[in-house]
């Protein structure tokens, strides 16, 4: 059975940095396209960034500039690195990817940004 775990989440201060990860377990076939998501309290699920297996990416305006996603094929792992984060990144995030013709998501890692 494949499995998202990710790990990284915290609260952080405004203008600090925080790295998610995410990583496929219980699978032999690699990650295809994967993609980062969050969902504030009372607001829908929206994507962040997006990646696709070759390594094009792909942003949300407004995190353009600040964060990066990138993966390891050989780990099955996508990563989000994210810098000078503002209280309205404040949400929960979520790790999805498409394995073996399914899509999947991750149970969810939650990104606090206050002073």
């Known amino acids: 059975q494949v499995q998202l775990v990710e790990s990284g989440g915290g609260l952080v201060q405004p203008g600090g940095s925080l790295a998610l990860s995410c990583a496929a377990s219980?699978?032999?076939?690699?990650?295809?396209?994967a993609g980062w998501y969050r969902q504030a309290p009372g607001k829908q699920r929206e994507l962040v960034a997006y990646?696709?297996?070759?390594?094009?990416?792909n942003y949300a305006n407004s995190v353009k500039g600040r964060f990066t996603i990138s993966r390891d094929n050989a780990k099955n792992t996508v990563y989000l690195q994210m810098n000078s984060l503002k209280p309205e990144d404040t949400a929960v995030y979520y790790c999805?990817?498409?394995?073996?013709?399914?899509?999947?998501w991750g149970q969810g890692t939650q990104v606090t940004v206050s002073s």
């Open positions: 990646i696709t297996r070759g390594g094009t990416t």
């Open positions: 219980g699978s032999s076939v690699s990650m295809n396209s």
């Open positions: 999805n990817a498409a394995i073996d013709y399914m899509t999947y």
